[in-house]
């Protein structure tokens, strides 16, 4: 955990929120975002929306289990920003809203938007797991889930100058959660993305 804490209470480069940039243009956007990627704080918000860098490398603690735990019930801006503040943000906000909530992932081919999307998963799965163990309910619905993501990454996927695994598809993917937070079913759509030349 110790290693985990450390992440969490670096010192942030630039600023974690860049709605509070004095001069909103492109070139201090862009300034704070190669600041806080060269320090590996690869995610900043504007405002609720995050913004992700992909490192292409591994950044060692930055999805580990307690850092998953930190964000648990906890709001956007507690702590440094991460995939886990949005995803954490979207389950609790279906219970204090009683509502539907939506996560929209995108980006150029090779931003991480397939990683983005698992990192989210294994959140909801484990917030469900958690639910499912306090009411004594299955969580086999999450293990499939998770483990079908490389069975969706092979079907239409190519090798672009970016990215080896380059999905050809934009993918909806709808969870159904019992009123005590547990995932009890899935599916996944997949939409034909659409590239007109002129």
Not at 10 to 20: E, F
Not at 21 to 35: C, P
Not at 121 to 147: P, R
Request: with cysteine.
């Amino acid at each position: 955990m110790a290693k985990t804490v450390k992440i969490l209470q670096a010192p942030q480069a630039g600023l974690s929120d860049m709605a509070k940039l004095q001069d909103l243009n492109v070139e201090s956007i862009l300034e704070n975002i190669r600041q806080r990627f060269e320090a590996d704080q690869i995610y900043t918000y504007i405002g609720s929306i995050l913004a992700a860098v992909n490192p292409y490398k591994t950044i060692p603690n930055l999805y580990d289990f307690e850092v998953m735990e930190a964000y648990d019930k906890r709001h956007i801006g507690d702590l440094p920003p991460h995939i886990y503040a949005i995803a954490n943000d979207a389950y609790y906000s279906m219970w204090k809203q009683t509502a539907n909530q939506c996560v929209l992932i995108s980006g150029e081919s090779g931003a991480g938007k397939t990683e983005s999307t698992k990192f989210i998963l294994n959140y909801l799965s484990k917030m469900s797991q958690a639910s499912a163990v306090e009411t004594g309910n299955d969580v086999s619905v999450e293990k499939c889930i998770l483990q079908s993501s490389p069975i969706l990454e092979a079907f239409g996927n190519a090798k672009t100058v970016y990215n080896n695994n380059s999905s050809r598809f934009g993918k909806f993917i709808q969870l159904a959660f019992s009123s005590r937070g547990v995932i009890e079913g899935g599916k996944v759509q997949d939409c034909i993305l659409l590239f007109i030349e002129v």
